[in-house]
């Protein structure tokens, strides 16, 4: 297995444009996370969804964030307007019955 | 909902010593209790895990032991090696439908040769 995959593996933005996040979670999880990675705020969940619908999505920041999962193997998080303050490291991770897999990251930075 | 703290936030050993680091969560449901690991530029990894109906388990070099009475766990690392160093998670998984896992805030561990 491939194991979760994300793209872009890095972005560099602008303050004000648009950001997408990409995800593929593991074939066969029902569970699908997104999690955010700084410094200061350590590692915290920000939605994750059970069988592509939204469980739990009070950690998401602000509306400028959402997230979709329109299909099992597929799930974006989008920041927009996007300010320099959302420069973290993204994870998504799946999970099916046990805890959650991370994939690899996504570093954005947003200048 | 879930609250999971961990101390110490950083810790520093010799090559050789042992390391422990300690977790402690307030909901008496939490069932499941992995430990991550993640090096620098990486994703984090789960390098054991413990279930409520056990109180140790082992894995060569790492073992972890959970006292549910007083709702707190402990991640030991024997003979430590430079290759240990890391940023530790402990996090717990609560036995609701939708399994929520709340993390704790990380140990950053160096371990000195």
């Known amino acids: 297995d491939a194991g979760v995959i994300q793209s872009p593996r890095h972005e560099v933005t602008e303050m004000g444009q648009e950001v997408t996040l990409r995800c593929k979670p593991i074939s066969g999880h029902d569970y699908l996370f997104w999690y955010r990675q700084t410094m200061m705020r350590g590692l915290e969940l920000l939605i994750y969804?059970?069988?592509?619908?939204?469980?739990?999505d009070s950690g998401m920041p602000e509306d400028r964030f959402s997230a979709k999962m329109p299909n099992a193997s597929f799930s974006t998080l989008k920041i927009q307007p996007s300010e320099p303050r959302d420069s973290a490291v993204y994870f998504c991770?799946?999970?099916?019955?046990?805890?959650?897999?991370f994939g690899p990251g996504t570093r954005l930075l947003v200048l | 909902g879930e609250n999971v703290e961990q101390h110490p936030s950083t810790l520093s050993v010799q090559e050789g010593d042992s390391a422990v680091i300690k977790c402690t969560y307030s909901d008496s449901a939490s069932n499941y209790f992995p430990w991550y690991k993640q090096e620098l530029g990486k994703r984090p990894q789960l390098i054991i895990d413990i279930r409520s109906n056990v109180g140790e388990k082992k894995d060569q070099r790492i073992a972890v032991t959970l006292n549910k009475t007083a709702k707190h766990f402990s991640l030991h690392i024997t003979e430590t090696q430079p290759e240990d160093s890391a940023v530790y998670f402990c996090a717990a998984r609560d036995s609701g439908g939708y399994q929520k896992v709340t993390f704790g805030t990380g140990t950053k561990l160096q371990v000195i040769p």
């Open positions: 991770a799946s999970s099916q019955n046990r805890v959650p897999y």
């Open positions: 969804f059970n069988n592509n619908v939204p469980i739990d």
